[in-house]
């Protein structure tokens, strides 16, 4: 049975050696790695859903690399960029870092200088992972909030009283309390602070 790798490293180059040459380095670290010769060979393949990095010659075939960047950021792929170069420039490595590359690397590089920027990517990649798996669980856990647990949410995250609180929504204090328990246990938090946290996390916004 293929053992699933954990990450990956996807090479676009249209110089072969390259692509080689990179294969190589890659799988000497014990990282899997796929190469393509454009942009669109890469967009026609189903990229999993672990922790990646896109390894990115800027002067390709029909779409540039930097166009390309611009091409995934618009389709929502949020995969950190290490751009490669034989012909780079002041102003095209400053416009691909602005955009969020995580390093602009002239060809010929050092073989540590793209492992240190690709092991780099990949933490990266893996920590926005993480946080997009950690949102998803909170927000399944408001979810299971009823309405009125929501009204009461808000209004505890406001800083409100549960004497206030009561008086707000025109139920009594004990009322309050029952709720506020109940959305403590539902949404797992320990303190106010923790649920503080995750309203800010849900984008949750405070009551007036």
């Not at 246990?185 to 984008?203: H, I």
Request: proline share 4%; aromatic share 4%.
């Amino acid at each position: 049975m293929e053992v699933k790798p954990e990450q990956i490293v996807f090479v676009v180059d249209d110089d072969e050696s390259m692509r080689v040459a990179l294969t190589y380095l890659f799988r000497s670290m014990s990282l899997h790695v796929e190469v393509f010769s454009t942009a669109t060979a890469l967009l026609e393949s189903t990229l999993p859903n672990i922790a990646s990095c896109l390894v990115l010659d800027i002067r390709l075939p029909g779409v540039n690399g930097l166009e390309f960047q611009d091409v995934l950021a618009k389709a929502g792929i949020h995969i950190p960029i290490v751009f490669m170069t034989g012909h780079g420039d002041i102003p095209m490595s400053v416009k691909a870092m602005k955009a969020g590359a995580i390093d602009f690397l002239p060809k010929p590089f050092r073989d540590q200088d793209m492992l240190d920027a690709v092991i780099r990517a990949l933490e990266q990649d893996r920590k926005r992972r993480d946080g997009e798996k950690a949102v998803s669980r909170l927000r399944h856990l408001f979810e299971s909030l009823t309405p009125r647990e929501r009204e009461v949410l808000a209004l505890v995250i406001s800083g409100l009283m549960n004497k206030q609180i009561a008086h707000r929504l025109e139920v009594s204090e004990i009322t309050v309390k029952i709720h506020r328990g109940h959305v403590m246990k539902k949404m797992e938090a320990r303190s106010l602070a923790d649920l503080v946290r995750m309203a800010e996390l849900l984008g949750i916004k405070r009551a007036n």
